[in-house]
């Protein structure tokens, strides 16, 4: 059997079915019920009572003492940057093992992605590689840490929970203290992933969420900004709703602001899937445990797992071909998406973008090297119901 | 009877009640049997058949060639600033009498807001008085208006159709075309307003709308791109869509993109709102002429009527004092906002708020004039039903 066949067969196995889309959300609980109670309401747009509703209760089951729900995780990623004070040639660290929204939130600002490695551990930043890197290129100047070689200032690191998966966050922390780098945790594949207990997204000054459509659950489009103290809550929801000054009737504002407030409809939405994603995570890790044992007799293949003390939501499984076998990725992606079976490759990595081929980086062999191994197959939390 | 007494019993016998808000929606179509067959199709977020249909009928009714939908008007703004080539440093034309998102958008691209006055016949610019300052304070330099006191180009012109009613837009353009001005037509309040049988936001280089929450119809939040060429609109849709390079399995972009498309559930709601808008519009008629009637034996207020050729969408009617009477403002809205009747004055003219106020402007008088007499009254389609 051609190795593509044996992952088609081992796929089938695992789902159930003969095929599957890569990623579906599952709207069985009380979606309807809640657009209806929304509409009723009239409240539709940037007031109502299903935002605070939708906030107070990622607060309760991330346990971050904050949370302002936005429009989509790019803009929750960018309110992230500019609430931080980035500045215009501002250098922030960042996985070129990405999806392309976290450099162009970092472009939002006219600040400079600088491209740093992964680790093949947690598909993560790698605090040991990045620390040794800013060793060698960086040089602390009044408390700030600038780039040796172009003489920008090092500002901050946006770790990326890829697929999922939590990065090293207590090696990240470290590096940020060493170095003094504003972490922003980039949390959008990682609702309901935790690290010892803690919610990921929890760790940095800041962390954000998205609810996209391909997400654990959705809003149809929403993000959300995890926060740590009420003055930055305070702060970051002006600087999301046009930076309006309370009024009775008058219409002032005090800064330049965004228009980046979550409607109520898509919160109403948001409610009924956040209630429903204890059991979206459970049905996600079954399926995991199903693909980990059909796919535990292949010699050329493994599947991703969370490491100790690492809880993962298991947005997105992923199928890592072994060293040496990276010659099977496209004739597997070719076969299965063309019998149904949707599976994708990762991101062209972000560096090798002409929008961001000439911008900083460090050695990428880690990203480069998972770049030609990782396969994503379906995941949706709706293909598997049992052994619960 | 007290100035403020006589509006409020004027406008309790227009809407036939005693209270109400300055703009509320009206569902009474089929939102909610569009809303279950997006949930049910799965199709929640950024692709799904009601973006496409919700674009589709908002060609049709625009007569605009091509709608690209969005997040919201502000992001509409700020794509069709970015796409315009607007530059850092560029002097963009905007009204002063605006909502702030019309300045915003301009700061997003770094360039430089410069506002420019408006007429009462329209309550937006005022072509003759700018093409007059065009005239003293620019120069052509290499096909470029330059101006003379700052060096930087005055790139682009924004005229915003307040509260639905019609720009002189003829006027707009002959200025553009005098001074080799990018327009972009803020129709963000003015969906179902014409001149001359023509859509507004389709007279300048682009257009957008807005379907925000009090929005003469709303899709939650929303707002939508009009676009006159396939090439263009190709591209603004690739740009609002993270600019991704189709491909039916990599991940691959060729430029800095936003994510700005408008969510299917978004649409969803908006292809019912549109069915309805042509009903809205004769309801809102309706009560225009209501409030044109009850208020015709008060000395000191008028109601803001469309002039000859141009149909307004009478989204949010408009009181205003009569030269003398602004004194009588602060009084009633605290009066009428007191007993349930919400009212409101104009947003505070930008060149007046912090951020905006060391940035160039002409002679504001008749902003500022009107700013002390304009009083926005209820304005709902759902405040009546007759007259038909």
Known sequence: MKESELIISRIRKSIGVDTANLHEPLFDGNELYNLKECIDSSFVS???????KFENKLTEFTGSKFVVAVVNGTSALHIALVYSGIEPNDEILIPTFSFVATANAVRYCNAIPHFVDIEERTLGLCPKRI???????????????????????????????????????????????RFNLIVIEDAAESLGS???????GTF???????????????TGGGGAILINN????KKIKHLTSTAKLYHKWEFSHDQVGYNYRMPNLNAALGCAQLDSLPRFLKQKRNLYNNYKESFSDLN?????????NFQSNYWLNALILNPGFQHLKED??????????????????????PMYKDFPKMNLDISQDLFERVINIPSSAGLIHGNN
């Open 46 to 52: 940037s007031v109502g009572k299903f935002v605070d």
């Open 131 to 177: 620390n040794d890197y800013l060793i060698e290129i960086g040089i602390i100047k009044n408390n700030v840490l600038v780039n040796k070689y172009t003489q920008r200032p090092i500002r901050a690191i946006i770790p990326m929970h890829c697929f999922g998966h939590p990065v090293d966050m207590e090696g990240i922390i470290d590096i940020a203290k």
């Open 194 to 200: 935790f690290i010892k207990g803690r919610h990921t």
């Open 204 to 218: 940095g000054n800041l962390g954000i969420l998205s609810f996209n459509g391909n997400k654990i659950i959705t």
């Open 230 to 233: 009420e003055n930055d809550f």
């Open 300 to 308: 050329f293949v493994s599947l991703f797992s969370e490491k100790e």
């Open 332 to 353: 597997i992606l070719a076969e299965t998406n063309g019998i149904g079976i949707m599976t994708r490759p990762v991101w062209n990595l972000l560096h090798t973008l």
